[in-house]
DNA sequence: GTTTATATTGATAATACATATCAATTTCAC
DNA sequence: GTGAAATTGATATGTATTATCAATATAAAC
């Protein structure tokens, strides 16, 4: 089995475990959302809108506020983040590897987003908070800039 | 005159020559929303509709429209800066010094806004972004997590 | 000071994204 | 299968922001 297939495998289980735990149930509409997130959407940060067109074509009966309300539950059940660039509109990444954690530099040219990692940064983050008596829960870094392609022009 | 009155004047300036390089025209509105915001929101991050509801206890004849407006004039003449910590409201906030550029721990239980700014984190992001071939316009930064009084309880 | 062109204003409508509502339907424990 | 409870999709509502536009204010030209 490919790395992909197994981690998409490892965040069903997660996901029907979920599922179980918060005495949901497991229905047709959230099969087809689960894959076609992670069967097309792996590294990339789709908006809800892009993901219900996409999905509305293969599966005309699935509606607007299901779609919104599914990605909802993939975020919580902790297999897919949600990301806000700016642009007013949410986006969702499926989470690849638990111990991955990245941020995003996102082109305000062409709109292109690329992901970047830096432990330095992190460790100044977690000193700050510290130094501060803050304790840290999460975190937002972004960079906003010309992407290499579009400084060029 | 006190260091912060100096700022204010300052700021007065810059947006005046902004008016006028861009032939805009300065009013009665704009110099009451002015006064209001570097008078009582110095270090301060506040929403559209707050400032507006202070201004329209004194000033009911300013509308809502023009407040919005003109914090946007702020911003674009360089005087101000806008924020927004993930409320979906968008804070502005005067920027008290030119070569000042800080970020914001959040505390996800009393919303009380703190200021950081940290050296070491800022050249990371240059080196993050020279690396990668991209020209770093802006960057945004931000904790969320527990302030020291809200860990405690 | 008067005229005139242009920017501004405030009320309101419109937009955009997200969430709430609710009757009909589906799921699942029994 | 039965019934309680969750889910669905269509639609309404909410919320922050922006657009519209006639009336007005400003400032430059005269
Ligand atoms: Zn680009
Ligand atoms: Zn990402
Ligand atoms: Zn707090
Ligand atoms: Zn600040």
Do not use: W
């Not at 297999?79 to 082109?107: L, Q, T, V």
């Amino acid at each position: 089995m490919t790395p992909v297939a197994q981690m998409k495998m490892d965040r069903r289980k997660t996901f029907n475990e979920f599922i179980s735990r918060k005495r949901l149930k497991s229905t047709k509409q959230r099969d087809v959302i689960f894959e076609e997130f992670f069967g097309n959407y792996m590294g990339r940060h789709v908006t809800v809108e892009e993901l219900y067109e996409d999905i509305k074509r293969r599966y005309p009966y699935i509606g607007f506020a299901t779609v919104y309300r599914t990605l909802k539950l993939f975020r919580e059940s902790g297999i897919a983040s949600e990301r806000n660039f700016g642009d007013g509109k949410a986006r969702y990444e499926p989470i690849r590897d638990e111990r991955e954690h990245h941020h995003h530099m996102i082109c305000t040219e062409c709109g292109k987003i690329y992901e970047f990692a830096n432990n330095q940064v992190e460790s100044c983050l977690n000193q700050i908070a510290k130094l501060n008596e803050f304790k840290l829960e999460n975190h937002k870094l972004e960079i906003y800039g010309l992407c290499s392609s579009c400084r060029g022009s």
